[in-house]
Nanobody, 128 residues
Framework: QVQLVESGGGLVQAGGSLRLSCRAS????????MGWFRQGPGKEREFVAA???????????DYADSVKGRFTISRDNAKNTLYLQMNSLKPEDTAVYYC??????????????????WGQGTQVTVSS
């Protein structure tokens, strides 16, 4: 089992920044690929960003087109924590943001069904 707890959400004006954190506990965090997803009002849950585990190699990351160049995913394995730095926020970024863990640590996968564990979510609201 992996337990995930997100934090860092809130209300921000358009153009502002937020950093989300996801603290993991339980099984070895370092061997899991991690992802961020979001679900806006009346919408399906969608992929935002993902990061592989290192195993001594360079991390691989990928992003949804809608957030490329604005969001950065990172991880600190020593702290068992995943981050999402969100800059230049737009009203359309408003959603509940979820972190998720995928036991397929070497790969980057984009569908929610591929992820094994989920946090409870944190609300991000961007005002215009």
């Amino acid at each position: 089992q992996v337990q995930l707890v997100e934090s860092g959400g809130g209300l921000v004006q358009a153009g502002g920044s937020l950093r989300l954190s996801c603290r993991a506990s339980g099984r070895t965090f370092t061997t899991y690929a991690m992802g961020w997803f979001r679900q806006g009002p009346g919408k399906e849950r969608e992929f935002v960003a993902a990061i592989s585990w290192s195993g001594g190699r360079t991390y691989y990351t990928d992003y949804a087109d809608s957030v490329k160049g604005r969001f950065t995913i990172s991880r600190d394995n020593a702290k068992n924590t995943l981050y999402l730095q969100m800059n230049s926020l737009k009203p359309e970024d408003t959603a509940v943001y979820y972190c998720a863990a995928d036991h397929n640590g070497d790969g980057l996968r984009y569908g929610p069904a591929n992820y094994d564990y989920w946090g409870q979510g944190t609300q991000v609201t961007v005002s215009s």
